[in-house]
């Protein structure tokens, strides 16, 4: 099983935003004079808001499927029975995984990317996919992302060489 390597400081970053946006949020308002318990419950609920939001979710893989989990539910897609595979470019750009039991699993393309052991078991399952014939949607993408991983794993080997120019 993989699990996506960069989370957990994805993780801390969303709590030190909240947690610093709350701090100045409460100085702010002590400065004035207007700070209340109600106000600063207020600014706790808007505090973690921004924590909800910044919160990425948890990507995990194993043979044959690939999960997304977030704060209020799971996603599971069955990789060896991938129907589509959808990239959707844009500012925030998000593959999108479809397979024939109905499940469905929206994720951040760089995810996969920066985590190559992701990539591989994703791939794996996409190729069994396409040799049952299932997948039949997406394998441009697929492309697509497997030059991207190459790409960033090339440039990782020549900088962990020392050949990076």
């Not at 977030?70 to 029975?81: A, G």
């Not at 500012?91 to 951040?108: E, F, S, T, Y």
Request: charged share 25%; proline share 4%; net charge positive.
């Amino acid at each position: 099983m993989a699990h996506d390597r960069r989370w957990a400081g994805d993780l801390r970053y969303a709590g030190c935003w909240a947690a610093g946006f709350l701090a100045l949020l409460l100085v702010v308002d002590a400065a004035y004079g207007t700070l209340s318990a109600v106000r600063a419950a207020l600014w706790a609920v808007l505090a973690l808001s921004l924590f909800l939001i910044l919160l990425p979710p948890r990507v995990t893989a194993g043979p044959g499927w690939l999960a997304t989990r977030d704060l209020f539910r799971t996603r599971r897609v069955r990789t060896d029975r991938l129907t589509s595979v959808v990239w959707s470019d844009g500012v925030a750009q998000r593959l999108v995984l479809r397979d024939g039991d109905g499940g469905l699993v929206p994720l951040d393309p760089r995810v996969l990317v920066d985590n190559p052991r992701l990539w591989l078991l994703l791939d794996a399952g996409a190729r069994v996919s396409r040799e049952r014939g299932t997948l039949e949607y997406g394998v441009v993408a697929l492309r697509r992302l497997a030059g991207k991983v190459d790409g960033e794993t090339a440039k990782a080997v020549f900088r962990a060489s020392g050949m990076d120019a």
